[in-house]
């Protein structure tokens, strides 16, 4: 019993030098990529003088380790600095902000759950199926259009044509959030499904041949109870594992569909400040949505043990 | 204004495939063109009331911040123009400054002293009166604070004083004559002083100023709203409210007009203006702007520092072609580096034509009779200036040079431009003040921080030019001056000036009225114009 919460400390204790791998990359990505936050600032207006008061006065004239160590140390109190864009404390902007994303993944997770898991199960007990091989063309195809062009179709008919969904656009208050957000949410949800419904399919397939199955079966157990108690719980372990690394994607997709339906989240904000060499709030965001990556990755591991005990330990009991 | 940040990602270009399908097209496009002539016509003159107390607009480019000595993207600073007045302001036609909080002042003869009289009773959003000494402290809070990116332009003042709560003095150490101009910029604000200084967050949460509007909803990245100031002293807007919303995408934007769920829109993209204009509810709006286009010949760069090479360029280029390609035609040729909506722009200036035998010939003079091969740095989401580009490149393989187009995103093509050893360079200028003392400066003044547009392009009689022409009260002499300081750019080709390109928005035609200054700004259009139901 002590190793399985060992090893989980030991995977929290993991975390550290990869968070600090995630700090020192946010850092130096965009310092090493041509273009200046002075630029930006100055436009037209550059002056090598004025452009050398500006980098003074936002702390880009000292040297990178300095630079970094008090990025650290901000990082460490949840102080990120001040935006050079927005003149405003980066905390608040990333406050402003995280609302919106957290709830177009959460409704994604939603979207997804309730689309792939239905299917999957069904591509699984008819293989070979309508519905096993529609999944397989639609979601295939949901995964090759871009999310930009499939978002802006989606607009197009649920928006203008038949007016069931706004355009764009957060709405005011939790209910228009969220009716502002499922368009996106199914965006995003459409190639993530793919995955998951193939993945789920296969290890529903994996299962179904299992000798409890059979075993289950010849007690006579209705096969409905079969499905859901008996090959869904072993057949999403595996489910769960994939949606945790493509998480990762999923995040990435955010940042393209937040842009294309306008929505206040961290992915507009980090484009923003990309382009604009933001330093502060492109370092903040990173590591924000790479903390949030990592911490989903662990959760994964401890839900998949939770769901397969012997997986959690590595040690036998 | 500053015009990197502002928004040439939004400004895509036409391809010119509908050039080519023959006349019934062109027919039946030339009518929608009419049809939208019309629409314009019939429409756009506000009503007496409003029906829809709201005009919703939709931005591409977040508002970066409401503090006005700060504001470097252009959609803040059209927004600072309603909130915040100023001693005086630019007039709709951005060539004439007009009373704004002062109603008159006086110009001491010896051109070092003005006066400037608040209006009586003139009042802040919430109700406090505005003083001299509000006025003094903004301005000395945008010449000398910290923060602000605007001293240089008022450099000659030495000392502002409040002798009243009405009468504010300001003294320079020499004639300085657009001290007007630079006044009525955004950025010299009379703010409330006591609001301000009490509230370290007064810009992030609900700002005012004594403005037409006030700020009544703010985050700055989806949604501004702005309500009517009911002290503010000119005319009433006869709309209530106004929603800005962010809208970075294209294609959103366009959308949500479409859906009517908003009612107007910037930069819709080039290439959808006719689709557009088929649409008989909306309607495209294209307004004479301060932008120059053009391509900089640094001289850091061998053979530009040859004059023959350069005007060689100069003469090989097509100008007309290049405003069909980039801009559908709706820019204007540009004939001299100063915007053509401004004060003492040179509009005797001849428009430049190809000429491709004097351009061989003068190469061949250089030296260079079989050419050479040189980088044009061009920024990648910049779809006009990549049309641009590529007629440089063919025209300038007319006469044997060899142009080799790299694109690369803003920021960095800027980094790449600014030591002026890379090659040939897009690039573009916008006014903030209606005074062509900003623009002169910074292409102009090879002494100066900017090294004319990074050209290192230097002409000590120029700068000495620049330089009086600042300090030269005279109207007429002025104009000379800056005619000369025009004529001697174009002959000397550091940069050159391609395109006037017009400011775009899209609009509902339930939008009547809906009008942009050359400088950007919509303020005094949002003082007249109305909604209706639609």
Redesign the interface.
């Known amino acids: 019993m002590g190793s399985s919460v060992n090893l989980r400390w030991s995977r929290v204790a993991n975390l550290v030098p990869v968070l600090f791998g995630i700090t020192l990359v946010s850092f130096l990505l965009l310092r090493l990529v041509p273009g200046d936050p002075a630029q930006q600032i100055l436009g037209n207006r550059y002056t090598p003088e004025a452009a050398a008061g500006i980098r003074r006065s936002l702390g880009l004239d000292q040297p990178l380790l300095q630079q970094y160590w008090l990025f650290i140390k901000g990082a460490m109190t949840g102080s990120f600095g001040e935006s050079y864009q927005y003149h405003r404390p980066v905390g608040e902007l990333l406050l402003d902000r995280t609302g919106a994303s957290l709830m177009l993944v959460g409704l994604t997770a939603i979207f997804c759950a309730a689309l792939s898991i239905p299917l999957g199960i069904w591509a699984a007990v008819r293989r070979g199926g309508l519905v096993d091989q529609a999944t397989r063309v639609l979601f295939t195809l949901g995964f090759a259009l871009p999310a930009f062009l499939v978002g802006i179709v989606l607009i197009l008919v649920f928006g203008l044509k038949l007016g069931w969904a706004p355009i764009g656009g957060y709405g005011n208050g939790v209910l228009s959030h969220v009716g502002h957000l499922v368009l996106p949410a199914l965006t995003l949800a459409i190639p993530f499904s793919t995955v998951l419904v193939r993945s789920l399919r296969s290890s529903t397939i994996t299962v179904l041949e299992a000798d409890f199955v059979t075993v289950a079966r010849l007690k006579g157990i209705p096969e409905s109870r079969i499905l859901v108690r008996h090959v869904l719980r072993n057949a999403i372990g595996p489910v769960a594992v994939v949606f945790g690394i493509n998480l990762a994607f999923l995040v990435g997709g955010t940042v393209v569909v937040e842009n294309v339906f306008s929505i206040p989240g961290l992915g507009s904000l980090l484009v923003g400040a990309v382009s604009t060499r933001d330093y502060p709030v492109v370092q903040a965001v990173a590591l924000v949505l790479a903390v949030f990556v990592v911490l989903v990755n662990l959760l994964t591991d401890v839900v998949h043990g939770l769901l397969d005990p012997r997986l959690s330990v590595g040690v036998q009991r | 204004?500053?015009?990197?940040?502002?928004s040439p990602a939004r400004r895509t270009h036409r391809t010119r495939a509908t050039a080519a399908l023959g006349g019934l097209l062109t027919l039946a496009l030339t009518l929608s063109a009419c049809g939208g002539d019309t629409k314009e016509n019939a429409d756009a003159a506000p009503g007496d009331t409003s029906s829809v107390d709201t005009l919703k607009l939709a931005n591409a480019v977040?508002v970066?911040?409401l503090?006005p000595i700060?504001a470097?993207?252009n959609e803040s600073i059209w927004l600072d123009q309603n909130i915040y007045a100023r001693l005086v302001q630019t007039d709709p036609t951005g060539t004439k400054i007009v009373p704004d909080l002062a109603d008159k002042w006086e110009i001491s003869e010896d051109q070092l002293t003005y006066t400037f009289h608040l209006r009586p009773g003139v009042k802040f959003a919430d109700g406090t009166p505005v003083t001299a000494q509000d006025a003094k402290w903004s301005i000395e809070r945008a010449r000398s604070g910290?923060?602000s990116?605007w001293g240089?332009l008022i450099t000659p003042v030495t000392d502002i004083t409040a002798t009243d709560d009405q009468t504010l003095t300001i003294k320079l150490e020499r004639p300085h004559a657009p001290l007007l101009a630079d006044l009525a910029m955004y950025a010299y604000a009379v703010l409330p002083q006591k609001a301000v200084e009490a509230d370290k967050d007064f810009?992030?949460k609900t700002p005012y100023g004594a403005g037409p509007f006030k700020v009544t909803s703010l985050?700055?990245?989806?949604?501004l709203v702005l309500t009517r100031n009911d002290n503010y002293w000119g005319p009433k807007p006869k709309i209530k409210t106004v929603e800005v919303?962010?809208?970075?995408?294209d294609?959103?934007r366009l959308?949500?007009l479409?859906?009517g769920?908003v009612d107007v829109i910037e930069n819709p993209a080039g290439n959808v203006l006719k689709q557009i204009e088929a649409n008989p509810k909306l309607r495209v709006d294209l307004f004479d702007s301060t932008r120059v286009d053009f391509v900089s010949l640094p001289l850091k760069t061998k053979p530009l520092d040859n004059l023959k090479v350069r005007q060689a360029i100069k003469a090989a280029l097509d100008l007309g072609r290049m405003n069909t390609l980039a801009y559908q035609g709706n820019a204007k040729v540009a004939t001299t580096f100063f915007p053509y909506q401004m004060l003492f722009w040179d509009e005797s200036a001849p428009e430049p034509k190809q000429d491709l035998a004097k351009a061989k010939q003068l190469l061949a003079e250089a030296g260079y009779p079989d050419g050479f091969t040189i980088p044009l740095i061009a920024v990648s989401a910049d779809a006009a200036g990549q049309a641009q580009a590529v007629v440089i490149k063919d025209d300038l393989a007319k006469i044997g040079i060899t142009v080799d187009i790299q694109s690369?995103?803003?920021?960095?093509a800027?980094?790449?431009q600014?030591p002026g050893t890379n090659g040939m360079g897009m690039r573009y200028?916008?006014n903030d003040i209606i005074d062509p003392d900003e623009v002169a400066t910074?292409g102009a003044d090879g002494d100066?921080?900017?090294h004319a547009f990074n050209s290192y392009w230097k002409d000590e009689s120029v700068t000495a030019l620049v330089n009086q022409a600042r300090s030269e009260t005279d109207t007429t002499k002025r104009a000379e001056m800056y005619a000369q300081i025009q004529a001697a750019i174009a002959d000397q080709a550091p940069f050159i000036p391609l395109a006037y390109a017009p400011f775009r928005y899209a609009s509902g035609t339930w939008v009547k009225g809906f009008k942009v200054s050359p400088l950007g700004n919509y303020n005094d259009s949002l003082l007249t114009l109305t909604v209706e139901e639609h």
């Not at chain 2, 919303?245 to 995408?249: F, M, N, Q, R």
């Not at chain 2, 690369?408 to 960095?412: A, G, Q, V, W």
């Open positions: 204004m500053t015009p990197s940040i502002a977040a970066d911040t503090d700060q470097s993207a910290e923060d990116a240089f810009f992030s985050s700055p990245q989806s949604n919303s962010i809208v970075t995408d294609n959103t959308l949500q479409q859906g769920q690369f995103e803003l920021s960095t800027y980094d790449k600014r200028w916008t910074f100066g921080g900017a």
